[in-house]
Each structure stands twice: as structure tokens, then as C-alpha cells.
């Protein structure tokens, strides 16, 4: 070969060496995450696994729960710190729609009732049955926030280009108008993965640009295409959790919806160079409580394929050069403080409501600050919903913060109750008219249906949003309890005594709150109870009972924290109620046929002061196994009524378990007592516990009866008593469902079986 013709040979290689170094270096890889819920948190032990073997990731798309992942990759977050953050309480609470017990306002919040249903209409005529029907099952307003908190200042670093982020990002959502997907490149990018993510019926839509958007995987579920046609990328790692649906089922109405809903995805590889990691994952739709073996499939998925991915993809990237990138884009981030607020879909007079309780004056207010405010806001009762977006102004340096409220509908109405195996079950059926403007209002009525207990209310709250807030509450309830007809607790030839409650009650209350989740509250009112008795087991028809009226002046002031998670079996949070009242009354005893008094008519002023305070704590929130501590004390100068039963039934009761609240138990009740006992609380599966309760109550004096129906009292601490309870409870989305074994000592027969499904309430009582 001659030289000139080595030397072209030379040349020529020289340059295909370059041209193939060049392109090796230039080798860009794209990830593709899809959707698919809980299961979806398998792609954060994808990203764990390239990054650990040093595969770069060069661009990163994904849908629905890929695009949560994949967003917060893109932000400049590892898969650690990603996988640290969907560990945390936080994550859990918005995932399930529970806002942070650090933020629940309770002061807000509306007394629990026995509902299960809540169902709004409006007085517009426009608005029809239809649109008043629920959207969603899950609450968004933490999530709302968390996400706006989470993409801020990534987002403005970007300059609201998602192809200048720390990794560049597509994401996917679903117009069901016009039935096809959207991309986001640009925008909001908390907007941007909120769309992606509303899943239908479980998250509620939103609507961007005038669109109302939803879930990505409706219509591309895995946008291998996105990433091929936005990015070019040189090879496509692809992780899947989902597939499309069978046929839909003729017996199935849920596989029908969903088979008009969504379009099949296409789950292949659309090029050659690529490869799809599948992680084995085996958790219900919505379950975030495995979250670490779920990540780990993903880690082991991404494991097996390791060696295809090193063999076409030459290029690594060093952990070092990771950290420095990813520190140098968190530098060029804002810190997230709000210089102005912007209230969209309110008038002008609900929008100064909505900014007093924000407390906002249009002064620069930070994140934390303004958290405050918003769930404050959002745990209104006239608030039906938040979306928070925040947009970052160059000029000032600082965000612009909107908020998009709707407020809520004219009438709510109420719908629950209880079904039990004795004879408690009950109705309720509720009435809410709401008024928002300067200040706020509800008018309120609800009623109670049953054997045991009936119960009609009529209340009126008027909110006032000053520096601290205050409330206005008059109402009048009339209650009935029955304890004769309701009581097969024990042995079917035990037979029940006949005693049956009236009580009226009207009164004013005044209210403020201390903190997040307390309140102080005082007020006023005038009561009569009616209390009709037999003080001897055999009676007759044509008997008349004995007649104790009691009416009275009450007053009182009690300090309550309430952040328990549930109305009943809750399993979280704190209770706090102390509580101080003053009675003045008279009684007046009337004796039926059956009695022995000889005085046919007595009456007798009666004034005392009561305390009673009420603690209830739970601990081991995170894992399967929680304790649950409740403590009881009550102090009375109560003076003992004309009879035993009539001094009985006027005194402060210990009930604390649902059984106990239908039952009247007189070795539970007392003047002065101290009473406490421990919750066992053992999840079996998502809203499905065991629990085993123990309670000791000891009284300071017990009432005794004696030979001539009249009280006498014990020596002090003479009598403890015990209340032990065990039980299967399903929290359903409408309420508890609850099998339990009761023992109460002391009793003819002490145990009794309940079954109920509802909520085991009642309205406030006169002098409890």
C-alpha cells in the first residue's frame, strides 16, 4: 500500500473513531414512567437502581402517578430524598385526603353528627340534581397544597419551561371533551402533574386554561410516544405497573364506567432501542401503607434488565457530578414568599371573609405562614373547595399566590344514622342553610328517629372573621331517651327497668379558638328535664310511674382540643374537654301508684357546681399496632335528688365506648369519680382493626339505694367497677361497621354482643 494511501486510511479512521466517540458521549437516554396508583411508587426504585449502576437519565416523562414521581425527580430531588418524602406522614395524609393534624382547624368545624351522607344542593335555578352529586371520594385540598409547595420554586428556576428543569419533563392529562390527551411542556408545573393525577370519582378534576382535565392514563398511560416525538432520546427505559382493563363484564358496572372511560394504552416499546421494566407489585389501587416493599420491586425490576441497559447505554454519570447539578439547580430556586393574593370565583364581600381568615394584609407572608391560613380557610364549613397556585413575579422577586375558592352550596343536607341487632337503631336526617359574605352564617336542623333515643334541633351559627375569630350560636333540642324499650343488653328474663328522659334545652353559646385545634367556649341556658320511672321491677298497665321535672338556669365554659381523625373509633389525634357548669334549678317529684313515698308532692331547690374533664390520646400512628390512653374526672357539689333513681339519673356518667352510651348503668355514674383505661388498636387491613378496650371507674362515694328508695353514700373508694370491650371495626366511607363483646362487672349477666353499622351519636344534653 502506498503511503499516500495509508495516510487516507489513517485519515478516515481517525475520523469514524471521532464520529462513533462523539457519539457515544452525545448517547441521550429517556424514562418513561406510567401511571398506576400505590403501584406506581414501584418507579421510585427504578430511578434508585440507575442511578446506583450510574445510568444517566437525560429526560423524564410520565402519567398520573409516573408524573408525580417523575416531576419530583425533575425538580432536582434523588430517589432517596423521593423515597424519604412519600415515607412521611405528610405524603400519607394527602394521599388519603386528611389534612396534617399540625393544621386542622377545629374551631371551624361543624359538631359531629351521626350522617353519612352529605349531600349539597343550590337554590340556583340553573342547578340541577345532577351537579350537586359528589365528584370525588378523596379530599385534594392537602395535596393541592402540597404539590403548589413542592413545585414553586423549581418551577420558577425553570422560568415555567419544563425543558429548562434539573431533568426535562413531559407529563399527560385528559380533556374528555374533545377525548384526547394534553401535554404539558410549559406552565404551572404543579397544575401541570394535579391534572395528570385526577384519577375520576377518587380526585376531583381541574380545570386549566378553561379545560377541564383529567387523569393522563384515561388516554396514554405510558407516553413512550411523548418522550420518542418531544425528545429524540438515543434509548428508552420504560417502567410499567398498569395494563389495559379486560372487556367489560355484563354484570360489572364498574368495568363498564371504565371501559368508556379510558382508551387502551399501548404498553410496548415504539423503538428498538429500549427496554420496559415491569416491578411485580401486588397492592390495592389506593393502599400507600407498604410503600418500602413497593419500592423495592421496582429496585429488583430495574436489577434483572441491568446488564441489557449497561450493554446499550456506554455512557455514566458519576455520583459526584449528580450531587453538583443537582445543588447548582436548587441555588437558582426562589425561597417561596408571597408578596400578593389573588381570590378568583368569590364576590367581592365573600372574598374579604375569605382574606380575614387567610389574614393576609398585603404584606409579604411565607409559606409556612400562609399553610396556616389556607387550611384554616379550607376547614370552613362555607368552603367547598382550594386550588392554590403559585406564580413567581421577576420584577418583585417574590410569588403571587391564587386562589381559586368555591364556596359551598346554599343547602347541605344530612343523611346517616345507626342499624344495630338491639333495639337502638336510629334515623337521622339533617338541614344546613349556609350564607357567606362579610361575615358567615348557618342555620341548621337535624333530627334523630328511634326507640332508644329521638331528637329534634334547631341551632343558628354566625362566624365572624376578626383578628381572633368568634362565633355566635343560639339552639333549641328537645331529646327523648328510652331505656325500657332499647335495654335487651342481658338475658332476655332480666327485665329491664322502666326509665324514660325528656330533656329541653335552650341556650346561647359563645365561642373562640386557641390555637389550631382548640376552643373556649361559654354560654347560657334554660333546661327542663322529665324524668318518668318505676323504682320497683314488677309493674302493670294500669301503674303510673313516678315523675321527677327538674328545670333549671345553666351556665357554663369549657377549653376542647379535637384532633381526632375520626367522629368514633378513631384511632389518631387528641381529645381534650374540660369543662366547668353551674346549675340552678328546682325539682319537683310527683310519686306514681307503685311508690312507697308517702309525701304525694315534694319539691326542692337545688345549686351546685360541676368540673369534669376529659382526656383521650393515641400513639404509634405509623405502624399496624396503636395505643389509645382515655382518662375521666368529674367533680359535682350536686345535692342528692327526693329518690334514688331521680338522684341516679341527674348524675355525671362514664361512657366510654359506643355500648355503654345506649345502656343506663348506674355503677357508672357519680358525683365525684376518676376513671380511666387503655386501647389496643391492631390494623388488619386498610380501615379494618381489631381494638380491645379496658376502663376502671372508681367512684369517691357510690350511691346506694336503700330499703326506702331513698340515697345514701358509701363509704369513700369503697366500689371499683369495670368496663372491658372487644372488637372487629371496618371504618366504610360512610361510617363504622362494628362487632364487639361487652363486659360491664357487677351485672346479672355482664357481657352483651353489638352489632351496628352507622355512628352511635346524639345532640348535646342539658347537664352533661
Not at 458521549?25 to 418507579?43: E, F, M, R
Not at 414521581?69 to 425538580?75: R, W
Not at 417574590?398 to 346554599?410: A, E, G, I, P, S
Not at 354482643?753 to 345532640?763: A, S
Amino acid at each position: 500500500m502506498s503511503l499516500q494511501k495509508q495516510l487516507l486510511f489513517i485519515c478516515l479512521f481517525a475520523f469514524l473513531f471521532l464520529f462513533l466517540t462523539e457519539n457515544t458521549n452525545a448517547q441521550k437516554v429517556g424514562v418513561v414512567l406510567s401511571g398506576g396508583a400505590s403501584s406506581g411508587i414501584s418507579h421510585i426504585g427504578v430511578l434508585k437502581a440507575l442511578e446506583a449502576n450510574h445510568i444517566p437519565v437525560d429526560y423524564i416523562a410520565g402519567t398520573s402517578m409516573g408524573a408525580l414521581i417523575g416531576s419530583l425527580y425533575a425538580m432536582g430531588n434523588s430517589p432517596q430524598e423521593i423515597e424519604d418524602f412519600v415515607k412521611t406522614d405528610k405524603f400519607k395524609n394527602w394521599s388519603e385526603g386528611i389534612i396534617d393534624e399540625k393544621y386542622a382547624y377545629y374551631f371551624k368545624r361543624n359538631d359531629d353528627n351521626a350522617s353519612w351522607i352529605v349531600y349539597p344542593l343550590s337554590l340556583d335555578s340553573n342547578s340541577s340534581i345532577m351537579s350537586s352529586l359528589p365528584t370525588n371520594v378523596m379530599s385534594p385540598i392537602p395535596m393541592d397544597f402540597s404539590i403548589m409547595e413542592a413545585a414553586a420554586g423549581p418551577a420558577a428556576a425553570a422560568k415555567y419551561n419544563f425543558d429548562s428543569l434539573y431533568i426535562p419533563f413531559r407529563c399527560v392529562a385528559s380533556d374528555i371533551e374533545l377525548k384526547e390527551s394534553v401535554i404539558f411542556k410549559e406552565g404551572d408545573l404543579g397544575e401541570a402533574v394535579r391534572a395528570s393525577m385526577t384519577y375520576p370519582f377518587y380526585i376531583p378534576p381541574i380545570k386549566v386554561n378553561g379545560k377541564l382535565l383529567f387523569d393522563g392514563g384515561l388516554y396514554n398511560n405510558f407516553p413512550t410516544n411523548i418522550m420518542l416525538n418531544d425528545f429524540y432520546p438515543d434509548f428508552i427505559i420504560g417502567s410499567n405497573v398498569s395494563s389495559n382493563s379486560p372487556a367489560p363484564d355484563e354484570d360489572n358496572l364498574f368495568s363498564q364506567i371504565k371501559s368508556m372511560l379510558k382508551s387502551k394504552s399501548n404498553y410496548s416499546m415504539l423503538c428498538e432501542a429500549g427496554v420496559i421494566i415491569q416491578p411485580k407489585t401486588n397492592v390495592p389501587l389506593f393502599n400507600f401503607s407498604d410503600l418500602q416493599s413497593t419500592i423495592d420491586s421496582g429496585y429488583v425490576a430495574a436489577m434483572r434488565q441491568m446488564d441489557f441497559i449497561k450493554q446499550n447505554i456506554q455512557v455514566r454519570v458519576d455520583s459526584t457530578e449528580l450531587y453538583a447539578k443537582r445543588s447548582s439547580f436548587k441555588t437558582k430556586q426562589p425561597k417561596v414568599i408571597f408578596d400578593k393574593i389573588k381570590i378568583e370565583g368569590l364576590n367581592k364581600k365573600q372574598s374579604e371573609y375569605a382574606r380575614k381568615v387567610l389574614r393576609h394584609k398585603n404584606k409579604q407572608i411565607s409559606l409556612e405562614d400562609i399553610k396556616e391560613g389556607y387550611f384554616r380557610l379550607a376547614s370552613d364549613s362555607k368552603i367547598k373547595t382550594i386550588y392554590p397556585k403559585a406564580r413567581y413575579n421577576p420584577l418583585t422577586g417574590l410569588f403571587d399566590l391564587y386562589l381559586n375558592v368555591k364556596k359551598q352550596r346554599d343547602i347541605i343536607t344530612y343523611f346517616g344514622g345507626n342499624f344495630s341487632n338491639r333495639p337502638i337503631s336510629e334515623g337521622y336526617v339533617g338541614l344546613q342553610y349556609n350564607y357567606l359574605g362579610k361575615f358567615a352564617a348557618s342555620i341548621m336542623a337535624n333530627g334523630y328517629f328511634g326507640k332508644l333515643y329521638s331528637s329534634v334541633q334547631l341551632k343558628t351559627r354566625l362566624d365572624f372573621p376578626f383578628k381572633t375569630p368568634i362565633y355566635i350560636e343560639p339552639s333549641v333540642t328537645w331529646n327523648k331517651w328510652d331505656y325500657f324499650k332499647s335495654s335487651n343488653t342481658f338475658l332476655e328474663d332480666i327485665k329491664p327497668a322502666y326509665l324514660i328522659k325528656y330533656e329541653e334545652l335552650g341556650d346561647l353559646n359563645f365561642g373562640f379558638p386557641t390555637g389550631r385545634k382548640g376552643r373556649i367556649v361559654a354560654g347560657a341556658g334554660l333546661t327542663r328535664i322529665t324524668d318518668r320511672y318505676y323504682q320497683i321491677p314488677v309493674f302493670s298497665q294500669q301503674d303510673t310511674a313516678d315523675r321527677t321535672d327538674f328545670s333549671a338556669v345553666t351556665s357554663q365554659i369549657y377549653y376542647e382540643i379535637n384532633s381526632l381523625n375520626r367522629k368514633q373509633y378513631a384511632n389518631q389525634g387528641a381529645y381534650v374537654n374540660i369543662k366547668l357548669r353551674y346549675v340552678n334549678g328546682l325539682e319537683e317529684n310527683t310519686p306514681g301508684s307503685t311508690s312507697i313515698d308517702t309525701i304525694r308532692y315534694f319539691k326542692k331547690q337545688h345549686e351546685w357546681v360541676q368540673l369534669k374533664c376529659t382526656a383521650e390520646k393515641y400513639f404509634n400512628r405509623r405502624g399496624s399496632f396503636k395505643i389509645g390512653l382515655l382518662g375521666e374526672a368529674a367533680y359535682s357539689t350536686q345535692t342528692l335528688f327526693n329518690n334514688y333513681t331521680s338522684s341516679i339519673l341527674s348524675a355525671p356518667a362514664f361512657q366510654p365506648t359506643p355500648d355503654s352510651k345506649t345502656i343506663f348503668l348506674s355503677n357508672y355514674r357519680a358525683f365525684k369519680y376518676l376513671a380511666g383505661g387503655l386501647k389496643f388498636i391492631i390494623n388488619i387491613r386498610k380501615n379494618i382493626e381489631l381494638r380491645a378496650e379496658g376502663y376502671v371507674f372508681q367512684p369517691y362515694e357510690t350511691l346506694i339505694k336503700n330499703s326506702e328508695f331513698k340515697t345514701d353514700y358509701s363509704q369513700p373508694f369503697a366500689f371499683q367497677h369495670f368496663i372491658g370491650t372487644g372488637a372487629v371495626v371496618w371504618n366504610t366511607p360512610v361510617g363504622p361497621m362494628s362487632l364487639s363483646l361487652n363486659y360491664y362487672d357487677h351485672e346479672k349477666n355482664p357481657f352483651s354482643i353489638l352489632f351496628h353499622f352507622g355512628y352511635i351519636m346524639f345532640n348535646k344534653r342539658p347537664i352533661d
